[in-house]
């Protein structure tokens, strides 16, 4: 049971950095605005989301990055990958279901923004892929995070 479970996560992993035409979702880097509104650029736009330790409520803190990233998807057509993390504390599943959580509260403060749902995936990770030592306070904090990635779509 558990080799299929990974096996699963794998491949969902692997899909997660591909869309439907098999282009890779990518984080665009650049100092580039997003629009002559806009204040930041698309590396401002998909900066990391951080949460508080067992949240998943979408921290105000966040609010005009994600609103200006709300507007920059209804005035532009990209889709937008948003993938869930958590820290390492507590249990593997517990840790998987809250990083989804924190994924699909960012999509649904999105949607209520405007942005076509069918524009964002969501995908979980739990604490598999951490990005600082889970053996520190200020490490564990930054593995609690969505990350956003772009992908221009259509002409």
Known sequence: ???AFFGVTAVVMLLQFYNAEGAPFVKPHGTHKVSKKSKLSIDGLTKNVQFAFCEASVPMIDSTQLNQLAQFLTENKYAISLRGHADAIGSYLGN???????AVA??????????LEDRIVTTAFGSTIPIAD?????????NRRVEMRLKAIGA
């Open 106 to 115: 960012i999509k649904e403060y999105l949607v209520k923004k405007g942005v």
């Open 134 to 142: 889970n053996k520190t306070s200020n490490g564990r904090k930054k």
């Open 96 to 102: 998987w279901k809250m990083s989804e959580a924190r």
């Open 1 to 3: 049971m558990k080799k």
